[in-house]
């Protein structure tokens, strides 16, 4: 995998190495942090603001539903939640019912519904602002008929009619030998392969241009080269891009228990964004893996030994997506699931720190919704106070039992059952539950109501949208109620 190294930090944009990290490259390196941001901005793949909040719309068995029609339903509560971005899952004809196997990629009649229903559902979606992320899977893609080995690794009668050399050598195929980890059991595309990369980024234009998708979330990135992911951002222009660089965390023998220092898994998270460019964001498997071993009695593993966030959240936390659960890790397949009586301590944390937050699907509008009331309130708190991917932590206590911080001076959070608050009449409680509590501190009646009067019309309209938006400024008073 690409060597370049680079890590940052939740502390205005300073640029920083990481513990035993290589050097920047010498590019990268005189490249400032504003203009590092106006060239992944300008080139797609990475909304400047920071102030994104992503849904997952789906989990593993939502393939036996009629779910973009389930999907148009929810667009509204989406909306009105704060949700800026939804990522759907693999919208294309697939051998296997959830997606993951696709093979005719301009065929949208898939088991989560017609082609109808999904164009119904990403016009109301725009019409609420709320963007559509498309689920990209091209490491692999199965074969109609059968190439001269006897495997189906071509491509015949359909559309983007590949023969063997658009296959890696090392899964049946007649290309080059892959550039990344290999996908089993079906045939893996060649990247390297200049047609290929072609019809990919024509595929992907079409799905931002004529479909309707805005945003990208690529499948099994470990599977081919950054270099391309970047190529496939610099040409179809997504909004807001994010890869699926899942690597396991480390472990000691003989228990394999989690090792407290993440530094090596972050850093490989780092490295594959950097070889993108910065223009694809991750998801924060670093955090995943940390926090659901801290929220078991362990807070202290949340503060790494130069007292940031331990995750990639605490190195390069624009590009960091952070998440408790996915359709992988929970729902019915559970490789790596986050403690269930825990979810509501996961959500206070990734909900009021940087990075770009993820919610889940069976966690917003699970059996009995019992998670809904309480991720809406904080995804409120969040907007209102203006806490974005880039803001500042500082962590006041990480023992066993709690974990506290202060986010940009202006909220602040405790996990854990230690009983704790923090000190000063100027906070007051904004949210709590189960082990889980935020303040923020006091402004004026007249600046609490408008900011509450603002964020409420922004939810219905959508951010931008307000006339007054830009022209209008309060100054908040901390010694009033």
Same mark, same amino acid.
């Given at each position: 995998m690409p060597v370049g190294a680079r890590a940052h930090w939740s502390g205005r944009h300073r640029r920083r190495l990481a513990p035993r990290a290589l050097a920047l490259p010498a590019a990268a390196a005189a490249v400032s942090d504003e203009n590092f941001e106006e060239q992944a901005a300008r080139n797609g793949g990475i909304i400047k603001h920071g102030r994104e909040i992503l849904f997952q719309a789906f989990n593993w068995e939502s393939h036996k539903h009629n779910w973009w029609s389930n999907l148009e339903e929810k667009v509204v509560d989406l909306a009105q939640s704060g949700f800026t971005s939804a990522w759907l899952p693999p919208p294309t004809q697939s051998l296997s019912p959830e997606g993951y196997l696709p093979q005719n990629l301009y065929c949208l009649d898939s088991c989560y519904g017609s082609l109808h229903d999904l164009q119904a559902l990403l016009r109301k979606m725009k019409e609420h602002n709320v963007r559509a992320m498309a689920d990209v899977v091209i490491n692999h893609r199965v074969g109609t008929t059968q190439g001269s080995?006897? +495997?189906?690794?071509?491509?015949?009668?359909?559309?983007?009619?590949?023969?063997? %050399?658009?296959?890696?050598?090392?899964? =049946?195929?007649?290309?080059?030998?892959?550039? =990344?980890?290999?996908?089993?059991?079906?045939?893996? !595309? @060649?990247? $390297?392969?200049?047609?290929?990369?072609?019809?990919?980024?024509?595929?992907?234009?079409?799905?931002?241009?004529? !479909?309707?998708?805005?945003?990208?979330?690529?499948?099994?990135?470990? =599977?081919?080269?950054?270099?391309?992911?970047k190529e496939y951002i610099e040409q179809s222009k997504p909004l807001f891009a994010v890869g699926e660089y899942w690597d396991s965390c480390e472990y000691?023998?003989?228990?394999?228990?989690?090792?407290?220092?993440?530094?090596? %898994?972050?850093?490989?998270?780092?490295?594959?964004?950097?070889? $993108?460019?910065?223009?694809?964001?991750?998801? @924060?498997?670093? $955090?995943?893996?940390?926090?659901?071993?801290?929220?078991?009695?362990?807070?202290?593993?949340?503060?790494? &030994?130069?007292?940031? /966030? &331990?995750?990639? +959240?605490?190195?390069?936390?624009?590009?960091?997506? $952070?998440?408790?659960?996915?359709?992988?890790?929970?729902?019915?397949?559970? %490789?790596? /699931?986050? &403690?269930?009586?825990?979810?509501?301590?996961?959500?206070?944390? !990734?909900?009021?720190?940087?990075? !770009?937050?993820?919610?889940?699907?069976?966690?917003?509008?699970?059996?009995?919704?019992?998670? %809904?009331?309480?991720?809406?309130?904080?995804?409120?708190?969040?907007?209102c106070q203006d806490i974005h991917s880039r803001s500042a932590v500082k962590i006041l206590e990480a023992s066993s039992d709690l974990y506290s911080a202060i986010v940009d001076d202006k909220l602040c959070m405790k996990i854990g059952d230690g009983s704790w608050c923090p000190s000063g009449p100027e906070w007051k409680l904004a949210a709590s539950g189960d082990r889980y509590a935020v303040w923020h501190k006091a402004r004026t009646v007249y600046a609490s109501t408008m900011n509450f009067i603002i964020c409420r019309l922004t939810a219905f309209t959508g951010p931008g949208n307000l006339p007054w938006e830009g022209g209008l400024r309060f100054l908040p008073s901390e010694d009033a109620d």
């Open positions: 080995n006897g +495997m189906y690794n071509r491509y015949d009668g359909i559309p983007v009619s590949w023969d063997e %050399h658009a296959v890696t050598s090392c899964s =049946g195929g007649k290309g080059n030998e892959s550039t =990344g980890d290999n996908f089993d059991g079906v045939p893996n !595309i @060649d990247h $390297t392969q200049p047609f290929v990369r072609k019809d990919i980024i024509d595929w992907l234009i079409w799905l931002r241009e004529s !479909i309707g998708f805005q945003d990208f979330r690529f499948d099994f990135t470990k =599977g081919y080269a950054a270099k391309f992911v000691s023998p003989p228990d394999y228990r989690l090792n407290y220092n993440q530094d090596k %898994h972050r850093q490989r998270i780092i490295n594959w964004m950097d070889s $993108t460019g910065g223009l694809c964001a991750a998801f @924060d498997f670093t $955090t995943k893996g940390i926090l659901q071993e801290a929220v078991k009695g362990e807070l202290w593993r949340l503060r790494d &030994p130069e007292g940031k /966030p &331990p995750g990639v +959240m605490g190195w390069w936390p624009s590009r960091s997506v $952070t998440f408790v659960e996915n359709h992988d890790t929970g729902s019915t397949q559970g %490789h790596w /699931p986050f &403690p269930s009586d825990h979810i509501m301590e996961g959500y206070a944390y !990734i909900l009021t720190h940087p990075g !770009i937050p993820t919610v889940f699907y069976d966690h917003f509008y699970g059996k009995d919704d019992s998670f %809904h009331g309480g991720i809406a309130k904080l995804m409120e708190i969040r907007k």
